[in-house]
């Protein structure tokens, strides 16, 4: 899912947000793994009524958005931010993949924690915004 496909999505004026499933698939996470998370409190997201079944659904809102990108480095952001391909990222000689971010024993291979990474690559990364 791009940028632009993302968008659309959050600015459709029956949805007040994105589904767990689809913002799961924007950052290029499972399904699961959001629900875990959003469970565990590391990403949240906003109770609200869905405006076509009426039922009380968790979406990720805008500002939930905000939040996920400014703690959250998805392998594929780290991708696009560097130019370089996930599976170089991942890569023994890189290093990158000691530094997965874990949820109580389970490891999220595709989700790092900005803080992290600028702790042990001694590097500032591009502002996130």
Not at 90 to 103: H, K, T, V
Request: aromatic share 10%; proline share 5%; charged share 25%.
């Amino acid at each position: 899912m791009d940028r632009d496909e993302l968008q659309s999505k959050l600015h459709n004026d029956q949805a007040p947000g994105l589904t767990l499933e689809v913002f799961a698939k924007s950052v290029g996470l499972k399904p699961t793994q959001v629900t875990q998370l959003v469970a565990s409190g590391h990403i949240r997201a906003t109770k609200i009524a869905n405006p076509k079944r009426r039922t009380v659904q968790s979406y990720i809102t805008e500002s939930d958005l905000r939040d996920f990108q400014s703690v959250f480095a998805p392998l594929r952001h780290l991708s696009l931010e560097t130019g370089w391909s996930w599976q170089k990222l991942l890569s023994p000689a890189f290093g990158l993949q000691e530094w997965r971010f874990s949820n109580g024993g389970v490891e999220h291979k595709n989700l790092f924690m900005w803080s992290t990474l600028e702790l042990h690559f001694v590097c500032r990364w591009p502002k996130r915004e």
